[in-house]
């Protein structure tokens, strides 16, 4: 089964300053990967995706995500962070069972943006 | 707008209680999703549903009941066996559910056991 790991819970930056979020996944074939923001009591807004096409992905609000098979990881980052940045940012797998494909979410990474 | 409509926002649920919280997609999806999200621990999906008529449970399914009469509904019933029900629920759609298939979110159902 394949899984996800989001190597930090908590992230604070400062504004202005860049962002980087880790995540690492296994996988036991090419998987499609997967960056969604949550704002506090609200559902989840896809940023991005990667489906096997170019490696560096771009995606909304500035952001974006390298696919690096040989590090297994799928980063997400952002040059320059913004107060409306902070939100909990969570990092997706997908999965392949009984012929399906479901998601499988990281735990998510809290971003916390300092004036 | 197209769009998820989750309902109601809040919810309260009495020990021993049945619950139903409604989703309803104007998306023409044929996938729809259910999650549990409780803090620190990301999403966990309780059903899902490629098709009109059918469902499946996913990894948390105990308590938790649901229909799929039609294409834009999909209600989860929280039943008095889920011992935790306290919760944020999500329901989500997507287009089918093959490799790649985006899955949209709606707003998110807080449900408290008093």
């Known amino acids: 089964a394949q899984s996800v790991t989001q190597l930090d819970s908590h992230v604070s930056v400062s504004e202005g300053t860049p962002v980087l979020l880790r995540c690492n996944y296994s996988?036991?074939?090419?998987?499609?990967l997967f960056w969604y923001v949550q704002h506090p009591n609200k559902g989840l807004q896809l940023l991005l995706k990667?489906?096997?096409?170019?490696?560096l992905v771009k995606g909304i609000n500035g952001f974006e995500a390298e696919f690096k098979k040989s590090e297994t990881s799928f980063h997400l980052t952002k040059p320059s962070a913004h107060m409306s940045d902070a939100a909990e940012y969570f990092c997706?797998?997908?999965?392949?069972?009984?012929?399906?494909?479901?998601?499988?979410f990281g735990k998510g990474t809290k971003l916390t943006v300092n004036p | 707008d197209g769009g998820i409509t989750q309902s109601p926002k809040y919810l309260f649920r009495k020990e021993g209680q049945n619950v139903t919280l409604s989703c309803e997609q104007n998306?023409?999806?044929?996938?729809m999703y259910w999650y549990r999200q409780d803090p620190g621990q990301g999403l966990r999906l309780i059903y899902y549903?490629?098709?009109?008529?059918?469902?499946q449970k996913g990894d948390i399914a105990e308590g938790y009941s649901v229909s799929r009469e039609k294409k834009e509904s999909f209600p989860l019933t929280v039943t008095s066996a889920q011992k935790n029900p306290t919760a944020f629920y999500l329901c989500?759609?997507?287009?089918?559910?093959?490799?790649?298939?985006?899955?949209?979110f709606g707003e998110g159902s807080w449900l408290t056991v008093v």
């Open positions: 989500a759609s997507s287009l089918g559910t093959g490799a790649g298939n985006t899955i949209y």
């Open positions: 996988s036991s074939y090419s998987p499609s």
């Open positions: 990667y489906t096997s096409a170019a490696t």
């Open positions: 997706v797998v997908s999965d392949r069972q009984g012929g399906s494909e479901k998601l499988v």
């Open positions: 998306l023409n999806h044929d996938a």
């Open positions: 549903s490629q098709i009109v008529n059918d469902f």
